[in-house]
């Protein structure tokens, strides 16, 4: 995997909120669909001020979202840990093409679909020697935000990743009528309440409905619960 910046230190508190700490951007990012309801791109809405150190909260009951209001202490939030702590590569299945692998790790998935046109990543790798396949499916691969999907260049042996810019993302999406995962992005470091680092990586994606079974990851568990911090219908 190609080595990313670490630039913000996000540290978990035990069955607490994810302490945020370092220069970051923080804002919306929302999933836009087409006519046919197919995850299409990435839109980036409203920007949230904070301070250099801040906490979002990570039990999905807060009454400031996205940042922590002391909520989790009151309901008795259970933020065990329970994710793999092994890289990436290690967990990783791989499907192999003429010029591309797709490595794919499946209890990673945040539920954002891009993964679904053009008849799936996992069959359009096998043609990835037609330039406009290859182009299609990179940019399905890189438009999933968890990481879940990375495509790897088998001539050169490195994983292909998108460039990001270093910033924490709060993933909206409205087809669903729903609230996705923080989404941190290019390089953002992770330390679990025991203090360890889990692996550093581009695209990541956090928990913040309080029900993932993947914890401190996300698992898509927001889509089927309805987790919405917005309090709307979109």
Same mark, same amino acid.
């Given at each position: ?6 630039? *913000?230190?996000?540290?978990? +508190? ?12 923080? *804002? ?61 590569? +290690? ?34 790798? +096998? ?23 990375? *495509? ?40 679990? +309440? ?16 309080? *029900? ?23």
């Amino acid at each position: 995997m190609p080595s990313v910046e670490k630039k *913000a230190l996000d540290v978990i +508190a035990k069955d607490g909120p994810y302490v945020v700490s370092g220069d970051v951007t923080l *804002a919306e990012q929302v999933i836009v669909t087409d006519d046919s309801g197919d995850s299409v791109r990435w839109q980036e809405d409203r920007a949230y001020r904070h301070s250099e150190k801040f906490a979002l909260c990570r039990c999905g009951r807060s009454n400031s979202p996205p940042f922590c209001d002391g909520t989790h202490a009151k309901i008795g939030f259970d933020g065990t840990e329970t994710a793999a702590r092994m890289p990436y590569a +290690a967990q990783a299945t791989t499907f192999e093409g003429p010029g591309l692998s797709l490595l794919d790790v499946r209890h990673l998935c945040a539920d954002g679909r891009f993964c679904d046109p053009n008849g799936k990543v996992w069959n359009q790798v +096998a043609h990835t020697d037609d330039p406009q396949v290859r182009s299609t499916f990179l940019r399905q691969v890189h438009d999933c935000p968890a990481g879940r999907l990375v *495509a790897f260049d088998r001539a050169t042996g490195e994983a292909i990743e998108p460039h990001v810019v270093i910033s924490i993302a709060l993933i909206e999406d409205p087809a669903q009528k729903c609230s996705g995962p923080i989404w941190l992005r290019g390089g953002v470091s992770l330390t679990s +309440a025991d203090g360890y680092r889990y692996e550093v990586r581009n695209r990541v994606t956090l928990c913040r409905c309080g *029900a993932s079974k993947n914890k401190p990851f996300c698992d898509g568990t927001h889509t089927s619960i309805g987790y919405n911090t917005k309090g709307r219908d979109y």
